[in-house]
């Protein structure tokens, strides 16, 4: 049985593989330190004033941990925030209103 990093670092690779048609509208970044941690993902926008930038955090939901899909996905959310993952953002110049 693989491990929770070997499944994580599957859907990392198979999400960049999805997104990799954007690359005319963002910058793509994948795993590189901002803030207090390193995200999965980041989507930065070549023109902030048509495209929103967003961050993607990857979280395996472990039922024996959390109940509920949604709670795995508030740690995500929880995760971005704590470790201030748009700070590179923002000290580019990109709202926070504009990061998703």
């Known amino acids: 049985m693989k491990t929770s990093k070997e499944r994580g670092g599957f859907y990392h690779g198979f999400v960049l593989g ?4 954007l690359q005319g509208r963002y910058v793509i970044s994948s795993n590189r330190e901002s803030g207090f941690g390193r995200y999965d993902v980041m989507l930065e926008p070549k023109d902030p004033n048509v495209d929103d930038a967003i961050i993607l955090e990857f979280k395996i939901h472990d039922p024996e941990d959390e109940q509920m899909l949604k ?5 995500a959310l929880d995760q971005i925030e704590k470790k201030q ?3 590179q953002l923002t000290a580019r110049g990109i709202d926070t209103s504009c990061i998703l």
């Open 18 to 21: 999805l997104i990799v048609d």
């Open 85 to 87: 993952y748009a700070s």
């Open 71 to 75: 709670e795995t996905v508030q740690s």
